[in-house]
């Protein structure tokens, strides 16, 4: 079992910026290939972008390519998703996702085993 801790998220104007992060909530020894996903109300959890255990291997939702970018720091499994030029169509509540199994981040949330509790990102127009 892996219990997922996330930071950062709130309110800002669109344009604006916000960094979101996720870690275990205490040191594994296992490399984690890791995403994040977000849900909006009434809608069903979105793939935003995902990172490989190794951290070379990024992937991105249409929707937020150059924009945000996903980067991991290999020593503490700790993920972060820079998030630039953000739109009101942003918001929603941000979910990290982790796989000790996988090499690759996958696009769908069948492919991770553990998730973080969701924080909420707002962005007004």
């Known amino acids: 079992q892996v219990d997922l801790v996330q930071s950062g998220g709130g309110f800002v104007q669109a344009g604006g910026s916000l960094r979101l992060s996720c870690g275990p909530s205490?040191?594994?020894?296992?490399?984690?290939?890791m995403g994040w996903f977000r849900q909006g109300p009434g809608e069903e959890r979105e793939f935003v972008s995902a990172?490989?255990?190794?951290?070379?291997?990024?992937n991105y939702a249409e929707s937020v390519k150059d924009r945000f970018t996903i980067y991991k720091d290999n020593a503490k499994n700790t993920v972060y998703l820079e998030m630039n030029n953000l739109k009101p169509e942003d918001t929603a509540v941000y979910y990290c996702?982790?796989?000790?199994?996988?090499?690759?981040?996958?696009?769908?949330?069948?492919?991770?085993?553990?998730w973080g509790p969701g924080t909420q990102v707002t962005v007004s127009s």
């Open positions: 205490s040191p594994i020894e296992s490399p984690l290939t």
């Open positions: 996702a982790a796989d000790i199994h996988a090499v690759y981040g996958g696009n769908r949330p069948a492919h991770y085993n553990f």
């Open positions: 990172v490989s255990r190794t951290g070379h291997t990024t």
